[in-house]
């Protein structure tokens, strides 16, 4: 809970949202065991994340780095295996 309510703190702070925020909060909803609430933060992040995944960097984004947008789909892989991994246990 605490880790929510500083992400909630950081997100206020922000200009906009972006896909690493909502990936961290879908982290922090499985760990708590809200596996509901997890699913809608990760497609969430998945929806902001993947129109910069269809065209080439220097069409869609001027102000991000290349290493940043790598970053948010590392992120994206570990929190789509987490979720994976509690819905195939028993």
């Known amino acids: 809970d605490r880790c929510l309510k500083a992400l909630e703190q950081s997100e206020s702070q ?4 972006d896909s690493y925020t909502f990936f961290l909060r879908a982290m922090c909803l499985h760990r708590l065991d809200r ?7 990760f497609e969430k992040g998945e929806s902001l994340l993947e129109p910069r995944l269809r065209k080439p ?11 940043q947008i790598y970053q948010q789909v590392l992120m994206r892989r570990e929190t789509a295996a987490v979720l994976a991994s509690a819905t195939l246990q028993p």
């Open 14 to 17: 922000q200009v906009g949202s």
């Open 35 to 41: 596996p509901e609430d997890a699913r809608a933060a």
């Open 57 to 67: 960097l220097g069409e869609f984004e001027g102000f991000l780095p290349a290493s």
